[in-house]
């Protein structure tokens, strides 16, 4: 289809339109208008796209023991974009299997607010811990304070895609069905139950109070994250 790569490029930025911060979305939606305008296409043209015939898959290494936080981060983000994340430990990898734009925005999303979770924890840390913290303990502030920033950054991704669903009606279906045919090409996938965490309730806390302030919608790009995901 000849304008698909601007249908794309329009998807990827009414996806940004919908940031928490306000001069950003309102950047990224004016230039979705202008694209519509200068290549005469409607809202219904980007809807009516080209059906999706496959699903699309974006690798980024990671450690083989993944984190209950990084878990449900990436859970959290593929649900919220309509996509799979799977994680393969034996390969050291982590897979985003998505449809079009929604599988790089996914990535890219996941790959920034990993960065700024691990930030912040750094910030909080440096003020709450000294030489004399047992590593024991500060390692328990870590993961609660990592724990505590993703569980308020899922719920607002739940309610960012409860307003402005990724997917029309008619497509998710179709999306779910190729997202499902791409899994089973991997091969089988082995389900991880996560047990309960003991956490430090101040670290938490802090964690959630972060989570709450940090934008959705960063780290858009033209390649996909090469750092390696660790714990």
Not at 6 to 26: F, G, R, T, V
Not at 146 to 160: C, F, W
Request: hydrophobic letters at 35%.
């Amino acid at each position: 289809m000849e304008n698909a790569p601007i249908i794309e490029k329009i998807k990827k930025l009414l996806a940004l339109a919908d940031s928490s911060n306000e001069h950003e979305a309102a950047l990224a939606a004016g230039h979705a208008q202008r694209l519509l305008s200068e290549h005469n296409l409607a809202m219904a043209d980007i809807e009516a796209a080209r059906k999706p015939d496959k699903a699309d898959k974006i690798d980024t290494a990671a450690s083989k023991s993944l984190p209950k936080w990084l878990r449900h981060l990436s859970g959290g983000v593929s649900s919220a974009f309509d996509c799979q994340a799977i994680h393969n430990p034996a390969a050291g990898r982590l897979t985003f299997i998505g449809v079009g734009a929604d599988v790089q925005i996914a990535a890219y999303t996941f790959a920034y607010l990993e960065r700024t979770v691990r930030k912040l924890c750094i910030t909080y840390i440096k003020g709450h811990a000294d030489s004399t913290t047992a590593t024991r303990h500060r390692e328990l502030m870590r993961q609660s304070y990592y724990l505590g920033a993703v569980s308020t950054i899922t719920a607002r991704l739940r309610e960012q895609k409860t307003r402005t669903p990724v997917t029309s009606g008619a497509l998710v279906p179709v999306k779910e069905g190729l997202i499902r045919q791409t899994m089973s090409e991997i091969g089988p996938i082995r389900t991880m139950h996560s047990r309960r965490s003991y956490v430090n309730s101040d670290a938490y806390d802090r964690g959630q109070t972060d989570g709450s302030e940090i934008s959705l919608h960063r780290g858009i790009s033209s390649a996909p994250p090469t750092h390696r995901i660790g714990s």
